[in-house]
Structures are given as structure tokens and as C-alpha cells.
Antibody, heavy 122, light 107 residues
């Protein structure tokens, strides 16, 4: 069955950096686009970024553009989110999610990981 | 960006009740509308995609309808395990956007 396991969350000071990882199993990782979605404490869901199956195209929310970088290593079945210049408002649970459609994606998230908490605080 | 709204923001219902949640898009999104269920401390789960298609494994008491800008999620007979927050999401264009959520709790 599909499994997505995030790691790398923690407490970081404003202006700091953190790299999240998402280990995927149970499906052909290299054939699907992948997303990051976050949820601030007590708030709703906010899409963060998407990467196509081969890493050829990447898309970001305006709120993280220029600070966050999504990437993937298909040889390791792992998705990443490099987060730089972190702000208090980036505090959230970060979920990785699989896109439902092969290859290019259709912005439909059919499987989600359990999430990893990022806290930005001094 | 396409803005998504939901109503109500919360509701109280009893087991066995019929529950309807509405989602509206700021522009036409055809049938590119999806519904997710999230329980406290858990990841969201896909329930309905393409406005009315039931995701595999989801009970048939869940149904979706609508197109264009107005959509509905219906739970025909609320079960104890259905108490959760429900989010709509448009997959018509990037960035995909979510509604603010509707919390369904026990009356």
C-alpha cells in the first residue's frame, strides 16, 4: 500500500533553514508528481509546492516562492523541501502528498503522509 | 488565484442525520472539485474527486454534486466516524486552493 513518511521537522529560529524529507513506498514514485501542503496550528490547508514526476517542472505558492525549493531523488524514492529564510508564519505541520495522475499531475492529492511539524520561533 | 468558500463553517448533527456542506468557487472550475476529510491529528483523506466520483474505499453514504462554481458534499446518514473537518479543493488551475473547512461535530 502507498506509504509516505515525512521527517526533518523541528524548531528553528526566524531566518533559519530546514530540509524536510518524504520517503515514499508502495507505488512507482518516479511516475507521479508530488506535493507539499501545510497546515498552521488550528488553521486550514495551504498548498505549498508541486514537482512533476521527473523534476522537470516545479510550482510554488506565492507565500514561499524564492525561499522554498522542492526537489526529488527518484533513485531514493524521496521528496524534499528545502526551506530557507524561515518566518514565524511558516510554522505548520507539513504534509507530503502524492498526485493521483501519472506523469504530469492533475492537482488531485490522493495519498498523504502523517505530517511533520515545523516551528519557527526564537 | 481561485478563492474557495464553504458553508457552514461548522455544524452540529446527530448520528443518522443527513448532512450537506456547500463549497463555492470564485470562478467556474467545471468539475475540478475535490473533497477531503480530516480528523484531529491526522492527515487529510480524499473522499470525492471530480465533483462526484467516490474515491476507492470511501463509504457510499458520501456523495458529491455540482459544477461550475457551486458544489455540495452530502453525507446521507451520519456515522460516529464521520465527525471531522471537511475541505473542498479546486484542481482546475495552479495554485490548487482549499476551502476554509467545515467542522462537523456531535450535537
Amino acid at each position: 500500500q502507498v506509504q509516505l513518511v515525512e521527517s526533518g521537522g523541528g524548531v528553528v529560529q526566524p531566518g533559519g533553514s530546514l530540509r524536510l524529507s518524504c520517503a515514499a513506498s508502495g507505488f512507482t514514485f518516479s511516475s507521479y508528481g508530488m506535493h507539499w501542503v501545510r497546515q498552521a496550528p488550528g488553521k486550514g490547508l495551504e498548498w505549498v509546492a508541486f514537482i512533476r514526476y521527473d523534476g522537470s517542472n516545479k510550482y510554488y505558492a506565492d507565500s514561499v516562492k524564492g525561499r522554498f525549493t522542492i526537489s526529488r531523488d527518484n533513485s531514493k524514492n524521496t521528496l524534499y523541501l528545502q526551506m530557507n529564510s524561515l518566518r514565524a508564519e511558516d510554522t505548520a505541520v507539513y504534509y507530503c502528498a502524492k498526485d493521483a495522475r501519472l506523469w504530469f499531475g492533475e492537482l488531485l492529492l490522493d495519498y498523504w503522509g502523517q505530517g511533520t511539524l515545523v516551528t519557527v520561533s526564537s | 488565484d481561485i478563492q474557495m468558500t464553504q458553508s457552514p463553517s461548522s455544524l452540529s448533527a446527530s448520528v443518522g442525520d443527513r448532512v450537506t456542506i456547500t463549497c463555492r468557487a470564485s470562478q467556474s472550475i467545471s468539475s475540478y472539485l475535490n473533497w477531503y476529510q480530516q480528523k484531529p491529528g491526522k492527515a487529510p483523506k480524499l473522499l470525492i474527486y471530480a465533483a462526484s466520483s467516490l474515491q476507492s474505499g470511501v463509504p457510499s453514504r458520501f456523495s458529491g454534486s455540482g459544477s461550475g462554481t457551486d458544489f455540495t458534499l452530502t453525507i446521507s446518514s451520519l456515522q460516529p466516524e464521520d465527525f471531522a473537518t471537511y475541505y473542498c479543493q479546486q484542481s482546475y488551475s495552479t495554485p490548487p486552493t482549499f476551502g476554509p473547512g467545515t467542522k462537523v461535530d456531535i450535537k
